[in-house]
């Protein structure tokens, strides 16, 4: 089976803009979540989706939303960017939300905010 | 508040040294416990996991954690290291029921010396 798929791998946008990121996640995982990581704060859960539903949400502001369509795959939005949005964000799939799931992470979106 | 703590940022070893990186945490219920390794320029990759039952865990690579309820520590260990072991390191929790909200630590860096 492929593994989860993020793109883009690398992202340069200026403040005050928006980014829409891609994650596809293994075949047959319902269940995406989305992480910030970060040399400051570490690795930070955004949310959490589960059959096109919002099942937990972290710390974050309204700025950060997400949405899961029907083949599972997700997106995530950040809207009116920070220089403190740089990042790399990690999408993790499983089969099953929480529970004894286990998650597989993709390798990451790199997103620079100047 | 829910926290992972990993006691050692840093830690350099020689090769053939025992290993043991420190991880407690604060949450109030039932949890699942990680270990993930992100080897330098791959994915976060599942070490090892808890999830009820024998308290120690043996994982890949001749990785194994032990749960100590009663200390809230999940503790990760290695008899002999390998230079190959060199990577990042990350404790992380999620709730036993109601999806993923994994909380990690700031994980540890091991260097093995060859």
């Known amino acids: 089976k492929a593994g989860v798929t993020q793109t883009p791998r690398y992202l340069i946008k200026t403040r005050g803009q928006q980014v829409t990121l891609s994650c596809s996640p293994i075949?047959?995982?319902?269940?995406v979540s989305w992480y910030q990581q970060t040399p400051g704060q570490g690795l930070q859960f955004l949310f959490e989706y589960f059959s096109e539903t919002q099942r937990n949400k972290g710390n974050f502001p309204g700025r950060f939303s997400g949405r899961q369509f029907s083949n599972s795959r997700s997106e995530m939005n950040v809207s009116t960017l920070e220089l403190g949005d740089s990042a790399l964000y990690l999408c993790?799939?499983?089969?099953?939300?929480?529970?004894?799931?286990?998650?597989?992470f993709g390798p990451g979106t790199r997103l620079t905010v100047t | 508040a829910q926290s992972v703590s990993q006691h050692n940022h840093h830690v350099i070893l020689s090769e053939a040294a025992s290993l043991e990186l420190g991880c407690n945490y604060s949450?109030?219920?039932?949890?699942?416990l990680f270990w993930y390794v992100q080897y330098p320029g791959q994915h976060l990759q599942l070490l090892l996991k808890y999830f009820s039952g024998d308290p120690l865990v043996k994982g890949i690579k001749g990785f194994e954690a032990e749960f100590i309820k009663s200390k809230f520590s999940f503790n990760l260990r290695k008899p002999s290291v390998q230079w190959s072991d060199t990577a990042e390191y990350f404790c992380a929790v999620t709730p036993g029921t109601g999806g993923f909200k994994t909380i990690f630590g700031a994980g540890t860096r091991l260097f093995v010396k060859a």
């Open positions: 075949s047959g995982h319902r269940s």
């Open positions: 949450y109030g219920g039932t949890v699942n």
């Open positions: 993790a799939s499983s089969e099953t939300t929480g529970g004894l799931g286990e998650q597989y």
